[in-house]
C-alpha cells in the first residue's frame, strides 16, 4: 500500500511540478533512439516508482542534476503508415508533395474540365506530330503594334484583333513566314470539340474549313503574290456539346517589294449557335418594345435581325453586324472587296456574293409578329417578302448588275386597348436596288443598308355629340314612371313651342 502511495505521489509531483526541459523529442549520441521525456529537479524526487524509464541528467545551467522521466511513444521513431494511392487521387498527392520538375511550365500536361466555358482556350491537335497545342488569334504588341502570335483565342470571345508585321526581306519571307500563308491555319490541325485528357478520338476532332483558300505566296516581278491580310474564323458551338463545325475565310493581297516593308492583317473570331433560340430573351410581352431586338427564324431557329457593318477601314465586316432595333430606322454603308480580276462568267459569283453579305451568314425567312413569339407556334411567324432587282443591265452590255442597296421596309401597328397598346409587325419586305457594275474598272463595290418602321395604326372613330342619358336599371320598378316624366319633359316643351307660335302669328296679323 505505502508503495503505491509513493508512486502516485512521484506521477502527481510529475505532472505538477515545472519542467525544465519540455516534452519533446531528444536525440541521444551516436544516433540512438529519439525519446520523450519530462524533467524536474532530483531534490523534488523523494522515490521512484514509476514504470517508465527514467534517467539523471546534468542540468545545463550547473545547478542540480533533473530527473526525467522517459516516455515510451513509438511514433517517434517509425515512419507513418504509407496512404493507398488511387489513381484519382495520385495527380492531388503529386501536386501536394512535389517539389521542382525537370519539365518546363509548358511541358506539365493540364487537366481540362469536361467542357469548353466561356474564356477557355481552343485546343487544336497536329495529327503528324501528335501534338496538342491551343488555337491563336495574334494582337498586337506595344506602341508599334506588331503582332504577337503567342496569345490563345478565347472560347465564345467573339473579337477582332489587328497588328502589323515588318519584313526586312520581303523576297525571302513571302515564301517561309507561315503567317503570310494561308495554308497555316487550317492545314495539318484539327479543332478538339470539348478538352480531352486522354487519348484523342477521332470522333473528338473537327476539321478546319476553308472557304474558297487561296494558293500559296509566291514572288513574281518583285511583287509577293497571295499574302494573307485577313483571316476570320466561323465557330460553331452547342452547349456543353462543344465546337460542332469550324470554317476560315481570307482575304489575300500583294504586295510589291519596292512600295513597301510592312502589313497590318486582322484577325476575327466569331462564335455562333444553332440553338441560340432556347436563350434569347423576348423583345416583348406580347407586343414588341421600341428598342427591342426584331425576331426572325431560319429553318426554325430563332435569332435577331442584323445588318451590314463597317470597320475602322470602310469595310464590311464579314461577321460583325449592326441588330435591328423595333422602331428605329437604321442607316449603314460599307465596302465590299471584290477580287481585282473579273470576267463575265463570274458575274453570277459576284451577284450571289453581294446577296450573301446582305443577308448575313444565315438567310433569314420569317419574321415574328409579336416579341413574345415562339419557335415552335407557326401562327406567330410570317414570312419575309423579298423582291430582287433586275439582273439584266439596260444599254450596258458588259456590264453586271449588281445590288448596291438593301431596304428593309417593315410595317407595324397598334392594337389591343387603347390604354395598354401592344405593337405587332404585320408585314416586312426586303426591297433590293441594283446598279451596272463594270468588271475591269471596279474593286470595290459600296454597298447600303437602310430600315424603315412604317405606323399603320386604325385608330378607332372619336365620339360625336353628347352622350344620352339612359336610365334604365336591372329591376328598377320606377323605370316607367321615369319614361313618363321624361315623355312629361318632351310634351311640355313641344307645348312651349306652339304657344310661342301662336303668339307670333298673331302679333302679325293683328297689326
Known amino acids: 500500500m505505502r508503495g503505491s502511495c509513493a508512486v502516485l ?26 525519446v520523450s521525456q519530462l524533467c524536474v529537479e532530483k531534490s523534488l524526487i523523494f522515490r521512484s516508482n514509476t514504470p517508465y524509464s527514467t534517467d539523471i541528467v546534468s542540468d545545463p545551467g550547473g545547478e542540480d542534476p533533473l530527473f526525467c522521466v522517459q516516455l515510451d511513444d513509438p511514433k517517434l521513431n517509425y515512419f507513418q503508415q504509407p496512404q493507398d494511392i488511387k489513381e484519382s487521387d495520385f495527380a492531388e498527392f503529386l501536386e501536394k508533395y512535389g517539389r521542382h520538375s525537370f519539365l518546363a511550365p509548358s511541358q506539365v500536361q493540364q487537366s481540362f474540365s469536361a467542357f469548353y466555358r466561356a474564356g477557355d482556350p481552343i485546343l487544336i491537335y497536329f495529327d503528324s506530330s501528335s501534338v496538342l497545342s491551343v488555337l491563336r488569334q495574334p494582337i498586337q504588341m506595344g506602341a508599334s503594334g506588331l503582332c504577337v502570335d503567342g496569345n490563345p483565342a478565347g472560347f465564345l470571345d467573339s473579337k477582332s484583333t489587328s497588328c502589323t508585321r515588318i519584313f526586312a526581306n520581303l523576297s525571302k519571307s513571302c515564301m517561309t513566314d507561315p503567317a503570310l500563308d494561308a495554308a497555316s491555319y487550317y492545314h495539318d490541325f484539327t479543332v478538339l470539340k470539348v478538352p480531352i485528357n486522354d487519348t484523342v478520338m477521332p470522333s473528338m476532332k473537327v476539321n478546319v474549313t476553308a472557304v474558297s483558300p487561296p494558293g500559296a505566296p509566291h514572288m513574281k516581278d518583285n511583287t509577293c503574290i497571295n499574302v494573307v491580310s485577313e483571316v476570320i474564323y466561323e465557330i460553331e458551338y452547342s452547349g456543353t456539346s462543344g465546337i460542332q463545325s469550324v470554317s476560315v475565310q481570307f482575304k489575300v ?8 516593308s510592312s502589313l497590318q492583317q486582322h484577325f476575327t473570331m466569331h462564335f455562333w449557335t444553332r440553338t441560340l433560340s432556347h436563350m434569347l430573351p423576348r423583345s416583348g410581352n406580347p407586343g414588341y418594345i421600341t428598342g427591342a431586338p426584331l425576331l426572325i427564324a431560319n429553318s426554325g431557329t430563332k435569332q435577331h435581325m442584323s445588318i451590314l457593318r463597317s470597320e475602322s477601314d470602310g469595310i464590311c465586316s464579314q461577321c460583325l453586324r449592326h441588330t435591328v432595333q423595333f422602331g428605329r430606322n437604321m442607316r449603314t454603308g460599307c465596302k465590299i472587296s471584290l477580287s481585282p480580276i473579273l470576267e463575265d462568267s463570274n458575274c453570277s459569283y459576284i451577284q450571289q456574293k453581294l446577296y450573301k453579305a446582305f443577308q448575313g451568314m444565315n438567310r433569314t425567312e420569317d419574321f415574328a409578329i409579336t416579341g413574345s413569339a415562339h419557335s415552335t407556334q407557326a401562327e406567330e411567324w410570317m414570312t419575309i417578302l423579298i423582291e430582287n432587282c433586275s439582273v439584266e443591265a439596260v444599254n450596258c452590255t458588259s456590264c453586271c448588275m449588281v445590288p448596291v442597296t438593301l431596304e428593309i421596309q417593315i410595317l407595324w401597328t397598334k392594337v389591343g386597348l387603347l390604354s395598354n397598346p401592344q405593337a405587332q409587325v404585320v408585314g416586312t419586305r426586303h426591297f433590293y436596288q441594283c446598279q451596272p457594275l463594270k468588271f475591269l474598272n471596279t474593286s470595290m463595290v459600296p454597298v447600303t443598308t437602310i430600315v424603315t418602321f412604317t405606323d399603320m395604326t386604325d385608330w378607332p372613330e372619336p365620339p360625336r355629340g353628347q352622350p344620352q342619358m339612359h336610365w334604365k336599371l336591372p329591376f328598377d320598378i320606377f323605370f316607367p314612371f321615369k319614361v313618363a316624366l321624361n315623355v312629361e319633359r318632351i310634351y311640355r316643351s313641344d307645348l312651349a313651342g306652339y304657344l310661342l307660335l301662336i303668339l307670333i302669328m298673331s302679333s302679325i296679323f293683328c297689326f
Open 9 to 34: 505521489l512521484s506521477l502527481l509531483l510529475l505532472a505538477s511540478l515545472p519542467a525544465f526541459s519540455p516534452a519533446g523529442a531528444s536525440q541521444r549520441s551516436g544516433g540512438s533512439r529519439s
Open 253 to 260: 493581297i500583294n504586295i510589291s517589294v519596292k512600295s513597301r
